[in-house]
């Protein structure tokens, strides 16, 4: 594939009677984890070479921004997304009534609400969370939070939230599942629609309205063995590492590598891996047109069975043993659990987080661990991650056109001497044309499209533009102008990527 000179094309999306900025790509959220360690407990931040050196502490991402709107509810302005603030925490739900109750119901004069996904959930997840210390996996200063209540036979860690993801396979003797998130143990599982140990099972709920996009993967093979994630910004090794590994070499393996001439690798976070999760297939799924690992064809599996492993430590190691012995895994196969003569069960479906033992012998474990008695591997596979530099950010000033007067469009984190494009429509929002210098990434502006001035970014990375709006007579009504941001890097435009979008008038 040729090497493309880089340059920005910046698209920006403005739509008549809409509050709030679009954000159709899918952002990671970071982990929120800022402490060290090593295969026991906390270390001082290791250096290039040390051990254990390149985990989740180690690499800065989007910081949580949440804001508190006053009226019950709670603006992600990262993700886009906006979450009820207080569930109902003494009333759980089944799966069943948790989605039928969506179409009723209603908060802060919006009744678009929706159960959220799995991959929206866990936007929310915050791994300074301990059970251990009774830090929640979510941060209360925002949202409604209690921990399970013996006194009504719960555990503690009892925190579990719906997604509306189902799960494509089944979980213990055949039974359906729907994925959930423990914001008391900081986990993902299946977990059974219908039949719980104690009947019907409930969990808490809280709904999610705004960016219906989240989570969905735009993935762009870039032919040398590395595929980047046009949602989310994140460039990926196509290949796995081939062999198993414990924690501390699965680090050490992704910080040396070397490939597709770039030298940037990292083992990638929690939330990160969980990304690519394709929660439409699973090793048993039930339809055989999506049986396989739960990871989009795409990408290369050793086997179709593995867990891998993620930078961050997950702090709920048994009480025997060190704090930070522990480190999160997803699993893209089964997440087994060991039965009664040593047989696995899936107990927790293709696509669960869980956490194993950072190093040991797994035969240590061979009647597995926690009160599912999940499997315990130690060795599991890596897969590489890298920033691709394709965050940007878009202003406009005043934020309103005014017709025959002066507007300023900022693009900002084009690198210095990029040319940024403008593009605007005036239809409306949706799957759009494919624009053929960016290799067939798809707009989010219905067509026509229609390209404007450009402007070169500054040696801070900063293209302005100053542009006279249309002096349309008054008899004109109203327009929709739509604008969107999109990256174009990299060879191939490998490292390509639509910004977020912006709302006004004409």
Known sequence: MDLVPPFVLMTLLFCIGQADAQQLDCPIVDSGQATCYDDLDVIAPPTEGQAFFGQDAQHAGEDFHFTDNGDGTISDEVTGLMWQQMPDLYNKSSYDAALAGESSFTLAGYSDWRLPSVKELYSLIDHTGSSQTLTPYIDTNYFGFRWGDVNLGERTIDVQYWSSTEYVGRIFQGDEAVFGVNFGDGRIKGYPRYNGPTGLPVNFVRYVRGNESYGENQFYDNGDGTITDLATGLMWTQADSGVDLDWEDALAWAGNLNFAGRGDWRLPNSKELQSLVDYTRAPDAVSPGVIGPAIDPVFQMTTDESWFWTST??????????????????????????????NLINVHGAGAQRSDPKSGNPATWSGGFGPQNDEVRIFNYARAVRDSGMRMALDLAPASLQRGQTATLTANGAASGETVHFVYGLTSLGNGPLVAQLNGLQLDILA????????????????ILQTLAPNLPPSVPPLDVHLQAIVRRGIGGSESMKSHTVSTTL
């Open 313 to 342: 430590t997950l702090l709920e190691a048994p009480l025997t043993l060190s704090t930070g012995s522990h480190a999160v895994y997803i699993c893209f196969g089964q997440g087994f659990g060991v039965g009664a003569g040593g």
């Open 448 to 463: 026509p499209t229609l390209l404007t001035q450009t402007a070169v970014a500054d040696l801070n990375g900063q293209a």
